[in-house]
């Protein structure tokens, strides 16, 4: 049975709600909005400008091929549109320019924000491309305005909405003359190369530009899904704007980790930091994060909360293990339906559009969001989750955990963030290099505040190096066999796997952990292995570089191959991290397979660091070899938000990895019935050339490894078939 007719269905209805929710979300953010991102415009002319970008972001669909598809009448696959509808928009606009600029709000930023609400405005696949919208092979070879030709029937949708537009900005009484009906593919290029060229000499403030971007996308998604759910707009959104930290929420968070000890000094110094930016250098161990949440008490009150942690793993232990059940939170990354299905919660996520709208929500509707560092700085790069989730960041304060893990254009959006967005922020990290304390304060533009962590923990000598050609099994099987706790950790997946066969041809019964695992099941034996190294008896793990922050254990020996130096210390942070009084052994053999992940530079280094020190060793002698031997860093500070003017795509907050994301041929007919969140549970990476995954099948957007070369098994994960006969 068809759902009934409703008027948010209808162009001026939908248009109404979301100019009713970006109004709202001006009315609750306004003046917090002006002071978190450092904006000299008046509230009024944020309101003016928001709302103009709302009436204008989807007059474009007042046309044939888009009335077409949505009446069914063409399969979008085979007769897509010829131009986007956001695209016919901006030239429809555009024409209207000198009425449209009667009005208060900012024409230019608003022509910009509608054009980009989609995310396809000036760039494609990540790359700038300066184009205003393609257009598409579609059968047909004009536009045709849809008030004036469907069926043969009048409708009067279009000019009802210039109509609900003049009076809504304040424009001139009477409505544009000479509007256009039809434009063929030759016009539309010409008006494209008029507004490329018009452009050209873009001088708006880029801040401003970019929040009222990020606030007609919040709008779109609430004024989308709220109507058609029955939920009131405006009762919503100011519900949930509303919805922030209180001391004593954040006191019981605290109360619950110390279960009735006190707070180390440098905790309790991070709750008196005064600075709006604070750095906390404290090694692995220390209670870092537990001073994060009574730095929080201070600086988050009347505020949201993020916790960005660089990886999924452990912004998942982080929830876990700090905030779940004690305050109202959210865990908020692609994966986290999965990694929450074990606590029976209902969280959805990964990259599909509906399901990230959706799960952004939770952080609107939540008081303290555990997520990657993506979710926040993402919005550096127009990413969506992060703009879907802009009402809650831009009245938020925030952590920032292992920043000396981020790569230089994660560190450069980073250095952005701090620019442009005035909130409390605290960066935590083992160490900070000089370099970078010179480009924070720079980004900050005051003088920093760090508080170091606790001497008396960080120079207590927790390891011995040794080192050798290669790894020393007997040593191995004695600790075992005593008791012991071993974490054996490898550059390469396949060398985890042969270590992890060796082992249990000698008898011992080891764990194998990395990162080539359907994500279900590596959440699997990421719990399998942070569980046994809490329970008494040996215990031995074989993993990957995964280990490096995602396993928040404490090992009694650690084995590992030579690797970079901060790899090599976040290694280190696993072993004797809960101090048992005195130094234990962590073993040292080379990588002979050079160029991947690491090149012979970065071998050498973590050689010179290992053969550095003789005796004892503590994590204050680490931190200071590290800030001594760093060479200067080359941050990537380029922002589409920020710098792309009129443009909005998405592209790529990190560095470019190894590996590409993949579907296995056997789980393909699975996959193509699941949910969307639920799809990340079947997916692997694998290290794969582009090249090679050009002929293969998508299924969901992801390339389908073939079963003719690759292989699976829930215990040691992908493998090659030409590598291993089973």
Same mark, same amino acid.
């Given at each position: ?106 024409? !230019? ?35 045709? $305005? ?5 069926? !043969? ?139 994060? !949440?009574?730095?929080?008490? $201070? ?35 692609? $994966? ?182 359907? !994500? ?207």
């Amino acid at each position: 049975m068809d759902k009934p007719w409703k008027s948010a269905y209808g162009l001026t209805g939908h248009t109404s709600d979301v100019v009713e929710a970006v109004t709202t979300l001006v009315d609750e953010l306004g003046i917090g909005c002006l002071q978190q991102f450092g904006l000299s415009q008046s509230l009024e002319e944020l309101k003016a400008t928001v709302q103009l970008a709302a009436f204008l972001h989807d007059l474009g669909k007042a046309n044939d091929h888009f009335q077409a598809v949505v009446r069914k009448f063409k399969n979008p696959m085979n007769n897509p549109q010829l131009m986007r509808h956001e695209v016919i928009s901006v030239l429809l606009a555009w024409e209207m320019r000198d009425w449209l600029s009667t009005g208060q709000g900012n024409f !230019y930023v608003a022509l910009a924000a509608a054009g980009g609400h989609h995310f396809k405005l000036g760039g494609e696949a990540g790359k700038q491309t300066d184009e205003i919208g393609v257009i598409r092979n579609s059968g047909c070879d004009q536009w045709t $305005r849809g008030d004036l030709l469907w069926l !043969y029937t009048t409708h009067k949708h279009f000019i009802g909405l210039l109509k609900y537009g003049q009076k809504l900005c304040g424009l001139n009484l009477s409505l544009p003359n000479n509007l256009p009906t039809h434009w063929t593919i030759t016009d539309l290029k010409q008006k494209q190369k008029t507004l490329i060229r018009e452009f050209v000499e873009w001088d708006t403030d880029p801040v401003f530009t970019a929040v009222v971007k990020a606030l007609l996308v919040a709008g779109d998604t609430s004024g989308s899904a709220l109507p058609a759910n029955d939920v009131s707009i405006r009762d919503w959104i100011e519900q949930q704007i509303r919805y922030t930290l209180t001391e004593t929420e954040l006191q019981h968070v605290v109360a619950e980790r110390l279960e009735g000890n006190s707070l180390r000094p440098f905790q309790e110094n991070l709750g008196k930091a005064e600075q709006r930016v604070t750095l906390a250098r404290a090694g692995c161990g220390t209670g870092k994060t537990l001073g994060a !949440y009574n730095w929080a008490k $201070r600086h988050a009150i009347g505020r949201k909360l993020f916790f960005c942690y660089p990886t999924t793993g452990t912004s998942t232990e982080g929830f876990l293990d700090y905030v779940y059940d004690k305050v109202d939170s959210t865990l908020v990354h692609t $994966r986290a339906a999965v990694d929450l299905e074990h606590l029976d919660l209902h969280s959805t996520g990964d990259d599909d559009d509906l399901e990230t709208k959706l799960e952004s929500f939770k952080a609107w509707s939540t008081k303290v969001s555990i997520c990657t560092v993506d979710t926040v700085l993402g919005l550096l790069q127009c990413n969506r989750r992060p703009l879907y989730c802009f009402p809650a960041i831009a009245q938020a304060a925030f952590v920032f955990d292992e920043v000396h893990c981020y790569d230089n254009k994660l560190f450069g959006a980073l250095l952005r963030f701090l620019e442009v967005v005035k909130a409390p922020i605290l960066l935590m990290s083992a160490s900070f290099l000089p370099w970078q304390l010179q480009a924070i304060e720079q980004a900050v533009g005051a003088p920093l505040d760090v508080i170091h962590g606790p001497k008396d923990l960080e120079t207590q000598p927790r390891y011995r190096f040794h080192y050798a050609d290669a790894p020393n099994w007997e040593r191995v099987k004695a600790e075992y066999e005593a008791g012991g706790k071993i974490l054996w950790v490898c550059n390469q997946v396949n060398t985890a796997i042969d270590v992890y066969q060796n082992a249990k041809k000698i008898g011992l019964s080891p764990l194998l952990y990395h990162s080539r695992y359907k !994500y279900g099941d590596r959440v699997q034996h990421h719990r399998e292995v942070v569980d046994r190294f809490k329970t008494d008896g040996p215990v031995m793990a074989v993993a990957t570089q995964v280990a490096e922050m995602s396993l928040d254990l404490s090992a009694t020996l650690l084995v590992t191959q030579i690797a970079d130096p901060p790899g090599l210390v976040q290694r280190l942070g696993r072993l004797n991290r809960q101090y048992c009084g005195h130094a234990l052994d962590a073993l040292f053999y080379p990588d002979e397979k050079v160029g991947f992940p690491y090149e012979q530079e970065d071998l050498e280094a973590g050689l010179e660091l290992v053969q550095s020190f003789a005796g004892e060793v503590c994590q204050a002698d680490l931190a200071s070899w590290l800030e001594k031997a760093a060479t200067q860093g080359q941050p990537d500070r380029n922002s589409v938000w920020l710098d792309g003017e009129w443009r909005t795509y998405p592209t790529s907050l990190r560095e470019a990895g190894y590996t590409t994301t993949v579907l296995l041929e056997r789980d393909v007919p699975t996959v193509e019935k699941l949910p969307a969140k639920l799809i990340p549970r079947y997916t692997v990476p694998l290290v794969v050339r582009n090249q090679q995954t050009k002929g293969w099948q998508k299924c969901r957007r992801y390339p389908v490894a073939p079963a003719e070369s690759w292989g699976y098994s829930s215990e040691i994960g992908a493998y090659e078939l030409a590598r291993r006969s089973v």
